[in-house]
């Protein structure tokens, strides 16, 4: 499907939980509470959404949270996500914590691709970034995870955390085929208190380390990052530059929140609320319950697909033609990352 502005809308993120394993200062620090259990979408109520973006056209789906592996049916979803007729990849952002725990699982569920939110290599800065000391175990889960064939990509959103952090990252990719990419950081919800890390400075220090870097035009997904190559690497070097390299004109993406909200940019609250159609008629119960899927009813029941398709078709057309994070006082959106959806 293609919005008014002429995109192709194909990648649609998935959040499938608020709740996460750690505790991002710029994400969910202490404190910050999860909503009731009643208002996450349940594994159902994801199928009939992803059903109905498959059908216009999405191909791509990234599942995400809060931190999705401590949901416990996040690879029985994946599983089914695959199955979807027309999504083509599907693949998992996590933090790392619990991939080894459930990397079999993922595997035998067809997982595409995993990306692992990893910010530093220091020990030290990763608990005081992260409120928890699980650096070795993440790594180790990177390690298995390279090992088992799957392809491999580090998100670190860029701290300034000085020299020698963004150079341990980049490094992993000299004897590993794994993508390292930098994240300017947002202001969006907790971020908005952090700096934000120019990445035009940022690779220019990295020329300055690396002289024989050069641009990498090869397709490594379907986001918005852009790519170089060191000469020797496996692995290559990615930025995604919401700030200092905007890529709205070319953005392709829409995001379905854990509670059923579809966004169609991470800047501006506007979109569709579709648990309101999901649920339509039932009533929201006076104890914190999981919410039950009506027995008999099929995700991708006819009706319903008619009345999620009109929705997103509408949300869609109206996708705004870019953000304005250059412009925080012109930002509507005013829920946390790990309320959208990382």
Not at 58 to 80: I, S, Y
Not at 236 to 257: E, M, P, Q, W, Y
Not at 304 to 327: N, S, T
Request: a neutral charge; hydrophobic letters at 35%.
């Amino acid at each position: 499907m293609r919005d008014e502005w002429g995109r192709t809308i194909e990648y649609m993120r998935i959040s499938i939980t608020d709740r996460c394993n750690l505790r991002c200062k710029y994400c969910m620090p202490d404190g910050v509470e999860a909503v009731p259990r009643w208002d996450i979408l349940s594994l159902e109520e994801i199928l009939a959404a992803a059903y109905c973006a498959a059908g216009l056209g999405v191909r791509f789906l990234k599942v995400t949270g809060g931190e999705p592996l401590v949901r416990r049916d996040c690879c029985q979803l994946v599983a089914a996500l695959k199955a979807v007729p027309g999504i083509e990849k599907v693949t998992l952002t996590t933090n790392g914590v619990l991939l080894g725990q459930y990397l079999e699982d993922l595997q035998r569920a067809g997982i595409d691709a995993i990306n692992v939110s990893l910010d530093t290599l220091d020990a030290g800065q990763y608990a005081a970034i992260t409120g928890r000391d699980c650096l070795d175990q993440v790594k180790a889960s990177i390690r298995r995870a390279v090992e088992a064939g799957i392809g491999v990509k580090i998100n670190a959103v860029s701290l300034d955390l000085g020299e020698d952090n963004w150079r341990e990252l980049v490094e992993i990719g000299r004897e590993h085929p794994v993508d390292v990419r930098f994240i300017e950081m947002m202001p969006i919800g907790y971020g908005r208190k952090f700096p934000c890390v120019d990445h035009r400075s940022l690779l220019a220090r990295m020329k300055a380390c690396y002289p024989a870097m050069e641009p990498d035009g090869r397709r490594h997904g379907y986001g918005p990052a852009v790519y170089y190559r060191i000469p020797g690497f496996k692995g290559s070097v990615g930025f995604i530059s919401a700030i200092h390299g905007k890529f709205c004109d070319s953005c392709n993406r829409v995001r379905l929140t854990s509670q059923g909200y579809l966004k169609t940019c991470l800047c501006y609250e506007d979109g569709v609320d579709l648990r309101a159609i999901l649920r339509e008629g039932e009533e929201r119960p006076k104890e914190p319950v999981h919410y039950r899927w009506p027995e008999g009813r099929s995700p991708s029941d006819g009706d319903l697909q008619r009345r999620l398709r009109a929705a997103m078709m509408q949300a869609i057309g109206k996708k705004p033609r870019a953000h304005c994070f250059e412009r925080p006082q012109d930002i509507t959106e005013a829920a946390n990352m790990i309320a959208i959806g990382g």
